[in-house]
């Protein structure tokens, strides 16, 4: 099956700070998302993205699918964006998800 | 419009018990999936449906059992559980992929299940 990769597996970041967090895929891909799963363990949409650029306030992706990778860039980092964030990629006609096993932020004040 | 729900939210179960997780959903999404989490790990796929009637396997179904009757509902049964199964459970719901709609994943709240 497809593999997914993330980098790197855990940050620690200052507050302000900026940061990139990349997911490297295997193969083909016809969906790609990225979460945020917050410290209570919920999972948040930040973006869907299987090709392209999206920007979301402080947060901005990019898809380059036929490079097979994607990157998420957040900037002016704050406490709240500390989490585990997940990259995740659709392929095949019946869309088996594949997650990545992601990126551990932690934002310091 | 709720989104994805799941009931129990926490369960603990015995050795070789059994019972369903609910997963439910409102938005009309043909596609519909169960993942489970293991401490410091990402999602693993269990079992996926792409409308009522039929489901398939994911990448770890032993131990699982899904049907899809409704659009809306996609239970998931563990008719023995072992403690290996002790696990976060998530349901996620989307659109079919290549209707030219947009088939992002939406997660519910996630059962925590503890098997002693």
New interface residues.
Partial sequence: ?IQ?EQSPPDLILQEGANSTLRCNFSDSV??L?W?HQNPW???I?LF?IPSGTKQNGRLSATTVATERYSLLYISSSQTTDSGVY?C?V?SG??????????TKLQVIP | NAGVTQTPKFQVLKTGQSMTLQCAQDMNHE?M?W?RQDPG?????IH?S?GAGIT?Q??VPNGYNVSRSTTEDFPLRLLSAAPSQTS?Y?CAS?Y???TGR??????G??T?LTVL
């Fill in positions: 099956g997914v016809n969906n998302q979460f363990g919920q999972l949409n869907y997940f995740a659709g006609g019946y869309q088996k998800v594949t997650f990545g096993t992601g | 596609y999936s993942y790990m990402g999602l693993r796929l996926y792409v398939d994911g990448e976060v998530f989307s079919y992929p290549g947009y088939n992002e994943q939406f997660f709240p996630g925590r």
